[in-house]
């Protein structure tokens, strides 16, 4: 599990198993297919390499921080695998899309991003 920041450093979500989680590591907020990754409106909203989550802007929403172990994992992972599964059945456009990466960040917070319908 790897937390997920922003551009100030600041954790917004972990990464669990291509899983985005709140920082509560209760709810299921995105998935990552591929290298792409979907939230509530379940098409692509991005992409995921070189560490960063990638608007398709090619702005940068996101990056991948701090290793966590195995101890840190959630308590709850089968409820997290469930919702993610969930969250799979409901996507139906799955064909990743070309992003050409920046360096700046987006404006938009990337859990609202995720959250967005």
């Known amino acids: 599990m790897n937390s997920i920041v922003d551009k100030d450093g600041e954790i917004v979500a972990y990464l669990y198993q291509?899983?985005?989680i709140d920082t509560k590591r209760e709810k299921v907020l995105g998935v990552i297919l591929g290298n792409c990754?979907?939230?509530k409106s379940k098409?692509?909203?991005g992409k995921f390499f070189q560490n960063k989550f990638y608007k398709k802007s090619g702005k940068i929403v996101?990056?991948?921080g701090?290793?966590?172990s195995k101890d840190e994992f959630p308590e709850n992972d089968f409820h997290i695998i469930n919702e993610a599964w969930k969250s799979l059945l409901d996507i139906k456009d799955h064909i990743c899309?070309?992003?050409e990466p920046k360096k700046d960040w987006g404006k938009k917070n990337?859990?609202?991003l995720l959250k967005d319908k």
């Open 62 to 64: 996101a990056k991948l």
């Open 97 to 99: 899309i070309w992003i």
């Open 110 to 112: 990337f859990v609202e």
């Open 37 to 39: 990754f979907f939230g």
């Open 66 to 68: 701090e290793k966590y």
């Open 43 to 45: 098409e692509p909203l």
């Open 18 to 20: 291509n899983v985005i």
